[in-house]
């Protein structure tokens, strides 16, 4: 299967609140790297705010050709709410990503195109204070090495991006590293001549 290319996504639970003829728009946006979580963050927020009028919520799971994605206008007029989210969603090249946005009524209705700018205005403000960072395909390997390569192995696994996660120090020591994927050739390569193609790599977590 080809590696997808990094793509942004949100690394933190983010929101922002809007008020629109008495009414209170509150947009909260999370990572959703699964449908399910994408499921279990809208869950969250009906459970945080079980007292608002509306939870209207749309989600875009994976990037590029190959995404998931889901809406609701949740019992808002049909097609002012949750589409003019997910069209933002659309717009803002992010994946991985869910908003809901709660609505409090304050009592007076805004109206079809209303709705539609009030919606659409919540999920953009969201979004452009939102963080984000690259998601990058990584792999867990698992590297059994002699005591007398470890350090130089140590800084090998630094200069291609590998973060240690776990060290064994018994007859050999056993070092646990995720590299992101498109580095992990050259690492290969370059602890294959640092060990004299003595040491192998053991991946740990391939799909």
Same mark, same amino acid.
């Given at each position: 299967?080809?590696?997808? !290319?990094?793509?942004?996504?949100?690394?933190?639970?983010?929101?922002?609140?809007?008020?629109?003829?008495? %009414?209170?728009?509150?947009?909260?946006? %999370?990572?959703?790297?699964?449908?399910?979580?994408?499921?279990?963050?809208?869950?969250?927020?009906?459970?945080?705010?079980?007292?608002?009028?509306?939870?209207?919520?749309?989600?875009?799971?994976?990037?590029?050709?190959?995404?998931?994605?889901?809406?609701?206008?949740?019992?808002?007029?049909?097609?002012?709410?949750?589409?003019?989210?997910l %069209?933002?969603?659309?717009?803002?090249?992010? $994946?991985?990503i869910?908003?809901?946005?709660?609505?409090?009524?304050? $009592?007076?209705?805004? $109206?079809? $195109?209303?709705?539609?700018?009030?919606?659409?205005?919540?999920?953009?403000?969201?979004?452009?204070?939102?963080?984000?960072e690259?998601?990058?395909?990584?792999?867990?390997?698992?590297i059994?090495?002699?005591?007398?390569?470890?350090e130089?192995t140590?800084?090998?696994?630094?200069?291609?991006?590998?973060?240690?996660?776990?060290?064994?120090?018994?007859?050999?020591?056993?070092v646990?590293?995720?590299?992101?994927?498109? !580095?992990?050739?050259?690492?290969?390569?370059?602890?294959?001549?640092? %060990?004299?193609?003595?040491?192998?790599?053991?991946?740990?977590?391939? !799909?």
């Amino acid at each position: 299967m080809q590696n997808p !290319d990094p793509y942004p996504v949100p690394t933190e639970i983010h929101r922002i609140q809007t008020e629109v003829a008495r %009414s209170r728009f509150i947009a909260t946006v %999370s990572s959703a790297p699964t449908v399910d979580d994408a499921k279990g963050f809208l869950a969250q927020i009906r459970a945080e705010m079980p007292d608002a009028s509306h939870h209207v919520y749309a989600f875009r799971v994976g990037y590029g050709s190959s995404v998931t994605e889901g809406m609701s206008d949740d019992g808002e007029p049909s097609g002012t709410a949750g589409p003019p989210v997910l %069209s933002v969603l659309r717009g803002s090249e992010i $994946g991985d990503i869910i908003i809901v946005v709660t609505r409090y009524f304050g $009592g007076t209705k805004l $109206g079809t $195109g209303g709705l539609v700018r009030a919606y659409s205005e919540a999920a953009h403000i969201a979004l452009n204070s939102l963080k984000t960072e690259l998601k990058i395909e990584k792999r867990l390997l698992g590297i059994e090495l002699p005591y007398n390569l470890f350090e130089q192995t140590k800084r090998l696994i630094a200069a291609h991006n590998g973060v240690i996660e776990e060290e064994d120090f018994a007859g050999e020591v056993m070092v646990m590293a995720t590299f992101p994927v498109a !580095d992990i050739p050259l690492f290969a390569a370059e602890l294959a001549e640092l %060990s004299a193609g003595r040491v192998e790599l053991i991946v740990m977590d391939e !799909d």
